[in-house]
């Protein structure tokens, strides 16, 4: 007889039923070895598959988020979509805490808006404008000063862009994203964006084996553009509508929130979509 597993996918960021950032959910994978954990997440073909385990550290779950180019310490939509599950399955209310490898993430929800506080970022020098601006296959004047790599609990590279029209014109490469854009952990995390007053416009792009991808709507990417405006001198309590993923079909909506203490919150609207079961041998 085969294992029975139970799943759900839902969408993350999301306005409608099929918009946002997919997202499959394994509601239980305590009995499941370490090569199922990446062979379902290859199944799925998603940015990012999350297995729940029983809590082990006083959360409501313990995490584990898995893309197809290996195992992620944190994620942002995957813990804003596990939440949503994870309410479901423990009857855990609408304030609890996540256990993922980052140690544990506090989330809440308004409704299906659920919001992540994120940990206190790390940052690091980028490669110059012109080394960026080859990478992006663009001219160096489409960027702005202030490209930055910040750590919220992904590494990532942050580059401001000079307006909406010069983010739309990038074509980055494989080449270029594994050459210039890839963190410390090997892995290619490039994060463009435009800023004009409360609104932001962005673009994420990372690297599957050979192939250039881009996210709909990147949550750790919001996250650590929480953190580089509070390097570059923001002050006080602020939020910001973020749209993502106008190059993908897939146009999600995040909340950026910095409060009076300085915490950088992230959020957005989880819509389940399918639930089904996966057989194992």
Same mark, same amino acid.
């Given at each position: ?18 918009? &946002? ?34 809590? !082990? ?22 813990? +804003? ?5 994870? !309410? ?46 080859? =990478? ?7 960027? +702005? ?16 862009? !000079? ?10 490469? $494989?080449?270029? +994203?594994? $050459? ?38 990147? &949550? ?20 910001? !509508? ?31 979509? =399918? ?7």
């Amino acid at each position: 007889m085969p294992r029975r597993v139970d799943f759900q996918v839902v969408n993350v960021f999301a306005e409608t039923r099929f918009g &946002g950032n997919q997202l499959a959910v394994i509601e239980d994978a305590s009995k499941l070895t370490e090569s199922e954990l990446m062979a379902i997440c290859q199944q799925f073909n998603l940015s990012e598959t999350t297995f729940i385990y029983p809590a !082990r550290s006083g959360g409501a779950a313990k995490v584990r988020i898995m893309s197809p180019d290996g195992e992620m310490q944190f994620a942002g939509h995957p813990t +804003l979509g596990t939440a949503w599950v994870v !309410r479901g399955l423990k009857k855990a209310g609408e304030s609890f805490s996540l256990e993922l490898n980052v140690g544990p993430i506090s989330v809440r929800a308004e409704g299906d808006v659920w919001e992540l506080k994120a940990n206190k970022a790390t940052s690091r020098e980028a490669p110059s404008n012109a080394s960026l601006s080859q =990478m992006l296959k663009t001219n160096e004047a489409a960027l +702005l000063p202030g490209a930055r790599w910040m750590n919220s609990g992904t590494e990532q590279l942050l580059i401001p862009m !000079r307006d909406t029209q010069a983010l739309a014109a990038v074509r980055p490469d $494989v080449e270029g +994203l594994r $050459v210039y854009g890839s963190n410390k952990d090997g892995r290619a995390n490039v994060s463009l964006f435009v800023v004009h007053g409360s609104s932001v416009t962005s673009r994420y792009f990372w690297v599957n084996h050979s192939e250039v991808r881009e996210d709909p709507g990147t &949550g750790s990417a919001c996250a650590n553009l929480g953190a580089w405006m509070l390097e570059r001198g923001h002050k006080g309590a602020a939020t910001w !509508r973020v749209e993502q993923g106008h190059a993908t079909g897939r146009v999600t909506h995040l909340r950026l929130r910095i409060d009076a203490e300085h915490s950088v919150y992230v959020a957005g609207r989880v819509i389940p979509v =399918m639930k089904g079961v996966l057989e194992l041998d």
